[in-house]
Structures are given as structure tokens and as C-alpha cells.
């Protein structure tokens, strides 16, 4: 198989030939797509759409999960392409301004990908690692930048502002996935196709058989709306925090250093008075104190990431309404706590909301029902799979729900190809947080190193099947080389 293509002609041109000529487009010089010859179209509903491209390997959703499975396929031998509907890659990692990435907690749970990310943070003046805990902080538009080279670097194509809106299916396979481009509705031809929205839309329209919410409440994990605030003397709030407040949750030192409340965990926090004064005052709300969370970023000076506000649990992450409603809500929340910080918390005096996020923070939403169901279970019992793609061991973190005990020093279970693939659709492999998983086996593989190897390994079962000839639900992750296998079982 060739290596990835790479794109010859201008994105401007590209999206003029899509959009203006109605007809399909190369994206390669001698990997030139069948599409792009035949001036292919399809019928979708009463349109005929052009076949913007004809590739190995499509990818739907570039957060850390699908930005992994691109990078992966394409270095794997794939021609692949990443629809994202944003104009950055990192999914909540950038656009949701989650940061840092938290600790697996699992003793050398880093595959390939993630150790050459961090390598790379590390090369544009990053360190990850603040010598003490192991999550490992970073910084956005860096994160962002690096997703593109390495992107780049292994001919992955990228459409972005480019919104995955439906699939065609036929005979257990999806041919064609239907996108918004900016020049109107297109198709994409592909052999495998990789759900990483998410969200598990891509599975949803294709017939997949998929959860959301918690079986006992119906309610999915509270949404947050995160953002960023700058002018902060974080040197100041050290020393009120940590030093006057004897605050020893984080245990890091400047230039790393994080905040937090939150009253509806066990562990009691030393801003639990403060946050609870501004509810006395009417400054505000009840739901605004009690969830209050900053970490600073590296590389942004003053800058402070705010894990907050949580938006109640009333607004879902599955309706659009109420997710739309939320997002309202939340920004006046978080209005609201930025205006109590900067009056009453030392460090904060001169601060500002310098960036709101642009995508709003699903913890979960839809999930799978695939070949396996990870559940509870799983995490306590440390379970291992011949087909183990990854190992975890972030505790469960329901937000409102369940906040499990961290399994032993050295524990962790792992996550098999299988819950990764289903029956229903044999060129399809999902990946991220929206896997086949119980809600609250999901609140602990969800973040974002767990569902970056996830994805990683997915990239290279795609491409190890593409190769073989064995459909995507098929390929027995056991069977790939050794040497080229992001992850072998612990047994
Ligand atoms: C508030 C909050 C705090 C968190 N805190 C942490 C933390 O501190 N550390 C940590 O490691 N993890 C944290 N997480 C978890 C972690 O950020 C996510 O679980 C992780 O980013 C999931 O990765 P993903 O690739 O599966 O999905 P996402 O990050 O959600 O990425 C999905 C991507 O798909 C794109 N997309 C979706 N639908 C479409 C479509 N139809 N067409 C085209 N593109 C589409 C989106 O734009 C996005 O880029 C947090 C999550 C939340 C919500």
C-alpha cells in the first residue's frame, strides 16, 4: 500500500472544485482519488452531492482520540482524512479549554503517541511534568500546533470546519458518510471509517445500537463550560492558598499550581468557607460555589485554566435544547464566579476572562453497546484482555454520581480492541470516551491519555486490516506484530 497522500492543490481550490463545480476532488498527485477522475456524485435525498474524496481510512471527530487514530492510520500506510467541525485539533483538550491532561494513575500506561506528544510539548519549551504528580499540563494553542505537524508529518488530511451530518449504510458497512463543508453537503468515500466525535454520532446514524446517561437516573454527567482568566499574580494566590490557607491538595509548585472546591466530594477543601461566603452574600449561587476548580497553564503567564462552572444536572448533554440552554446558563455562571474572584480572592484582583471555551464540556453523553460492555466490574477486578489495547487507572469520577477509591499503588485494568467494535457495522471502529462502556466505567477511562491510546491503537488496527483484508470488527488485535502494537496485554 502507498503511503499517505498528501494534498497537491490549495485547500482554496480544493473547496471551490467541492463546492462550485459540484464535482469530486483529488486530494493526491499520484494518489490521485477515483472520485476526483470520475467527477463522481451520489444521490442523497433529493440532491446529488459531489464525492469530495475516496480514501482508506476516514476519520470523524479530531479531539485526542481521532487526532491518534488519524496519525496512527495515516503513518501506518492508510490515505486517511480528519473531518473535524472546529478549526483546531485537540477536541476538549483545546476547543473545551480542558487542561491538563490527567494521570492514568497506571504504571507505564504511555503508548508510543503520547510519549512522542509530550516529547514534543517539551521541544517548544513545554515541560509536562511538574516533578511531583504525573499529570501532564500543557498548553493549547502549542497542543494545537503540535496536532497539525504531526498531522502533517504522516499525510493525514484534515477537513476543518467540516461537520459530519449523516452515513449511508448498506450491507453492514457505511460507504459514504455525509459532511457540511463550507461550500455546502458532501460525501466521502472510505474503506474503514473511525467514530471520534465523541458524542458516538457517527454510530448513532449508522444503526448502531448506543446508551446515554446513567441507567439509575437517566441523567448524563453535568456539563461545564470552561474558560480561561488572565492578569492573575499567581505568585499572590500561592501564598494566600497554599501558604496562608495551608491548602495541601496541590503539591506542585509555581510555575504549576491548581485550585479547587468542590463540596460534593468527601475531601474537604480550604476554599470550601470562601466559595460558601459568596452564597451568604448573594454574590453567588449556590451551584456556582459548589464546584470552583483553576489550574495554571505553562507557557501562559497569569493565565489560569478554569474547570468551572458545572452546570447543573437538570441540562442535558443529550438534548439540544437543553444542551442550548446550557450553554447560557453557563455563561452566565461563569460571569459570575469570574466577578467573585476578582473581587474577593487575592491574586485575582487585576484578573479577566481571556478565553471562553468554543465547544462545551460533555464529560459523557452517548456511548456504545459493542462487542464488549466494560463495566464497574472491570475497574475493581483490574481486569486484563488478550486484546488489550490500553491500561487506565483514573479512579471513577461520576461528577454528582460516584467518585470511586483509586485502585492500589500499581493497579489498573485494561481496555479491550473488542469494546472498541461492533456487530452491526464491520468498517467501523469508535473510539474515545464514547466506547462501549457503562456510565460509570466511562467517568474513569475518559480522560484524555486513556482515550489518545485508545485511538492510537485503533489507527493501527485500521490500517493492519486495510492490508489483510480483514474488516475492521474482525481484526484480532493479537495477531497485529508485536513491534507494531501500541500496547501488549499484561495478561
Ligand atoms: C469539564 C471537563 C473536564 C475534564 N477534565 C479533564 C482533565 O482535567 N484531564 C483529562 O485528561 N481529561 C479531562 N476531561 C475528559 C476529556 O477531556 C475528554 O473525555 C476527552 O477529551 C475525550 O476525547 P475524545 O477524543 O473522545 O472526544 P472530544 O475531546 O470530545 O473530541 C471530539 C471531537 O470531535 C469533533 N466532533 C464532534 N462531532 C462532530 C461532527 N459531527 N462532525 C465533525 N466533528 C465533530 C469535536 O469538535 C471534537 O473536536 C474533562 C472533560 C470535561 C468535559
Same mark, same amino acid.
Given at each position: ?25 483529488? $486530494? ?127 499525510? !493525514? ?50 444503526? !448502531?445500537?448506543?446508551?446515554?446517561? @446513567?441507567?439509575?437516573?437517566?441523567? /448524563? ?49 480550604? $476554599? ?77 484582583? /487585576? ?6 471555551? !468554543? ?53 489498573? @485494568? ?53 492490508? /489483510? ?23
Amino acid at each position: 500500500m502507498e503511503r499517505s497522500f498528501s494534498i497537491p492543490i490549495s485547500r482554496r481550490d480544493l473547496f471551490k472544485l467541492a463546492g462550485v463545480t459540484a464535482v469530486g476532488i483529488a $486530494l493526491g498527485g499520484k494518489n490521485t482519488v477515483e472520485a476526483a477522475e470520475s467527477g463522481e456524485t451520489i444521490k442523497y435525498g433529493n440532491k446529488k452531492i459531489p464525492v469530495l474524496c475516496n480514501v482508506d481510512v476516514c476519520i470523524c471527530g479530531g479531539g485526542p482520540a481521532g487526532t491518534a487514530a488519524a496519525v496512527n492510520a495515516a503513518k501506518n500506510g492508510a490515505k486517511t482524512l480528519l473531518i473535524e467541525r472546529g478549526i483546531a485539533l485537540g477536541g476538549l483538550g483545546v476547543l473545551g479549554c480542558v487542561y491538563p491532561f490527567m494521570d492514568t494513575h497506571a504504571p507505564n500506561s504511555d503508548t508510543p503517541y503520547l510519549v512522542e506528544l509530550k516529547s514534543r510539548l517539551r521541544a517548544k519549551g513545554i515541560e509536562p511534568f511538574d516533578g511531583v504528580t504525573q499529570q501532564t499540563w500543557h498548553n493549547p494553542e502549542i497542543l494545537a500546533e503540535i496536532h497539525d505537524e504531526m498531522c502533517a508529518e504522516a499525510g !493525514v488530511n484534515i477537513l476543518y470546519q467540516t461537520v459530519l451530518v449523516d452515513s449511508l449504510t448498506s450491507g453492514g458497512k457505511i460507504s459514504e458518510v455525509i459532511i457540511q463543508t463550507i461550500a455546502g453537503l458532501a460525501a466521502v468515500k472510505a474503506k474503514i471509517f473511525i467514530d471520534a466525535t465523541g458524542d458516538a454520532y457517527l454510530s448513532r446514524c449508522s444503526g !448502531v445500537d448506543y446508551e446515554r446517561g @446513567y441507567e439509575k437516573t437517566g441523567n /448524563n454527567q453535568p456539563l461545564s463550560f470552561r474558560f480561561e482568566m488572565g492578569g492573575i499574580d499567581t505568585e499572590k494566590l500561592y501564598q494566600y492558598v497554599a501558604i496562608d490557607l495551608q491548602e495541601d491538595w496541590c503539591k506542585s509548585k509555581l510555575p504549576y499550581f491548581e485550585i479547587a472546591e468542590a463540596m460534593h466530594r468527601k475531601q474537604r477543601y480550604k $476554599l470550601e468557607e470562601f466559595m460558601a461566603r459568596g452564597v451568604e452574600t448573594g454574590e453567588i449561587t449556590q451551584d456556582e460555589a459548589e464546584y470552583m476548580q483553576a489550574y495554571t497553564i505553562i507557557g501562559k503567564n497569569g493565565v489560569m485554566s478554569m474547570n468551572c462552572p458545572e452546570i447543573p444536572v437538570k441540562f442535558s448533554a443529550t438534548d439540544p435544547i437543553s444542551y442550548s440552554k446550557a450553554v447560557s446558563f453557563g455563561r452566565k455562571m461563569m460571569r459570575n464566579i469570574a466577578r467573585y474572584l476578582i473581587k474577593h480572592l487575592p491574586g485575582f484582583e /487585576n484578573a479577566f476572562i481571556s478565553r471562553e471555551a !468554543v465547544m462545551l464540556g460533555a464529560r459523557e453523553s452517548w456511548r456504545i453497546k459493542g462487542k464488549y460492555y466494560l463495566v464497574e466490574d472491570d475497574y475493581h477486578n483490574q481486569s486484563r484482555f488478550p486484546d488489550a489495547v490500553c491500561r487506565t487507572a483514573w479512579f471513577i469520577d461520576a461528577h454528582g454520581e460516584k467518585v470511586s477509591e483509586k485502585l492500589p499503588a500499581g493497579g489498573f @485494568y485494561e481496555i479491550p480492541y473488542r469494546s472498541l467494535i461492533t456487530d452491526k457495522i464491520s468498517n467501523l471502529i469508535v473510539v474515545g470516551r464514547c466506547i462501549s462502556a457503562s456510565f460509570i466505567l466511562q467517568a474513569s477511562m475518559r480522560i484524555q491519555p486513556t482515550c489518545i491510546s485508545i485511538g492510537e491503537a485503533a489507527g493501527i488496527a485500521a490500517a493492519f486490516g486495510l492490508q /489483510n483484508g480483514i474488516d475492521a470488527n474482525k481484526v484480532d488485535w493479537t495477531l497485529i506484530p508485536a513491534h507494531r502494537r501500541s500496547y501488549i496485554s499484561a495478561g
